[in-house]
């Protein structure tokens, strides 16, 4: 009897293993499209990021110790400090906003992309718990946070991210 009883228990343990990896695999996805889903490159500097498209505007604002600029695109926007007022290399990206369907995310989730997709995609329901039937939602790690908006069709109609400065 003990030796089934231990032989039920490694059976239970083994048939929860691809479960946990799933999840494993799951987080993980979340947490890539959290830190890097939107595949802005802070490395290539303002200069390489000038080079995604038109740029429709720029704005400059001094700070302490730098400079918070923002690039606006047709549906897109990129704001990033920058230490020093002209350094690209030191550049720390602060927000990525995704507002039109001609930008799209490491996973193919754009404006336009159902919510049952972006559920699939990212694990959401196995991962998080089932989401609320509101029109947003959100996913944060420490100083990360990503909001990806529904309209009413439950179709993505934006996807923002924000990077605290620490």
Not at 67 to 83: D, H, K, N, V
Not at 157 to 162: D, P, V
Request: net charge negative; glycine share 8%.
């Amino acid at each position: 009897m003990k030796h089934l009883c231990t032989a039920l228990l490694v059976l239970l343990a083994l048939s929860t293993l691809p479960a946990f990896a799933q999840d494993e695999d799951c987080m993980k996805r979340a947490y890539d499209f959290l830190v890097q889903g939107h595949r802005i490159n802070e490395e290539l500097g303002f200069s390489g990021i000038r080079k995604l498209g038109k740029v429709l505007k720029e704005e400059q604002r001094q700070l302490q110790g730098g400079e918070i600029r923002t690039l606006l695109f047709q549906g897109m926007s990129i704001s990033a400090f920058l230490i020093g007022s002209a350094n690209d290399s030191k550049m720390f990206l602060t927000d990525v906003n995704f507002s039109a369907p001609n930008w799209v995310t490491k996973f193919n989730i754009g404006v336009g992309t159902s919510r049952e997709v972006v559920e699939r995609t990212l694990c959401i329901a196995s991962t998080f718990g089932q989401p609320d039937n509101g029109g947003l939602w959100s996913y944060a790690d420490g100083l990360a946070e990503v909001v990806i908006t529904f309209d009413s069709q439950r179709k993505v109609s934006s996807i923002k991210w924000h990077y605290d400065l620490d």
